[in-house]
């Protein structure tokens, strides 16, 4: 039998609360307290989950400094996004609201897989509220392998009577963990990594179940989003990273010469508090870099180019 994992108000302190925005409630989770001179990290979290994902990273950065981490629309415990079909600066302006409303100006930020597309386009387009950007995990996926993820890769719940919607969703989050895509289920397609903890299970099926209705649109905006067109907008300092073992690892290289001026470096994930540590100290190390001396564009220069892109 595993053992339960240990609860979520273990130190420091993991606290929730929601925000009223134009775009409706956005939920967060928060850890760490202000600290003078330090602005707070921002987490955005991947789909199709919610920021519960990201309780190590608040815990390991929370020990010293202030994190939020926000459910992006149409996940977890946020509002639905506006329309069933949005793209990646919609969601993105909706978390600028949800930070207007928290009172962050200046910020710096995370975002993996969905919420590296997210975090991409908050800082093309408010370079001068991030200090420092973390891109974990982007697929430059080609035009025919995008169109097949775009067709097969995010199933559209229909709710029933019988309950199918509760296996198809169950099956859809675990064989992520093993086969890549989830829907190629042969020995080529598979994973090494396996599945993780039955309660990691459990509770990423539990975020997925609150947003069965929607979760499919945030992803798919990601799966669709133009990163090769848009990466190379940006103006503030990156790190390029991925998990060692994450499956959007082999886009890594190609990654570091849509952003040339940016750092890149692989980590070695989050699963273990050993590989947690190393992956914690590689992303401080990269925030405290930064100072603010640092040349950057003003929003409206760069908010011009995002809208002509």
């Known amino acids: ?36 001179d330090a602005p707070p990290l921002i987490l955005i979290h991947a789909s199709p989950g919610s920021a519960l994902t990201l309780a190590p990273l608040l815990r390991a950065f929370g020990r010293h400094r202030h994190v939020i981490a926000p459910d992006t629309l149409g996940n977890g415990d946020s ?13 993105a302006q909706a978390h ?14 995370y975002g993996t897989h969905t919420g590296a597309s997210i975090a991409s386009e908050l800082a093309i387009a408010h370079p001068a509220r991030v200090r ?53 289920k042969d020995k080529t397609h598979r994973r ?43 103006r503030v300092p990156t790190l390029l990273t991925c998990g060692v073992d994450d499956m959007l690892h082999e886009y890594l290289a190609e990654l570091s010469t849509l952003v040339p001026q940016a750092q890149c470096m692989a980590h070695r994930g989050i699963e273990t508090p050993e590989a947690l540590a ?16 640092h040349p950057r564009k003003s929003d409206g220069d760069m908010s011009a180019m995002a809208a002509s892109a």
Do not use: C
Request: net charge negative; proline share 8%; hydrophobic share 40%.
């Open 192 to 234: 090494p990594a396996g599945l993780p903890n039955a309660h990691v299970l459990h509770d990423k099926l539990v975020e997925v179940l609150k947003a069965a209705r929607t979760f499919h649109i945030p992803y798919r905006a990601a799966l669709g989003h133009d990163k090769r067109a848009r990466l190379p907008l940006l």
């Open 1 to 36: 039998m595993q053992k339960s994992p240990p609860l979520e108000h273990a130190s420091p302190r993991i606290r929730r609360g929601f925000v009223d925005t134009p775009d409706g409630q956005v939920h967060y989770r928060e850890a760490g307290q202000p600290v003078p």
């Open 278 to 293: 190393d992956t914690v100290a590689l992303f401080e190390r990269h925030f405290s870099a930064q100072d603010t001396s």
């Open 96 to 109: 600028r609201h949800a930070l207007d409303a928290l009172g962050i100006e200046r910020f710096d930020l």
């Open 79 to 91: 509002s639905a996004p506006a329309h069933h079909e949005v793209g990646v600066p919609y969601l």
């Open 132 to 184: 420092a950007l973390i891109l974990d995990g982007v697929g430059l996926y080609g035009e025919q392998e995008q169109a097949e993820l775009l067709a097969h890769y995010v199933p559209e719940v229909t709710i029933d009577q019988n309950g199918s919607h509760l296996h198809l969703i169950w099956s859809f989050v675990r064989d992520a963990y093993l086969f890549w895509p989830w829907y190629r």
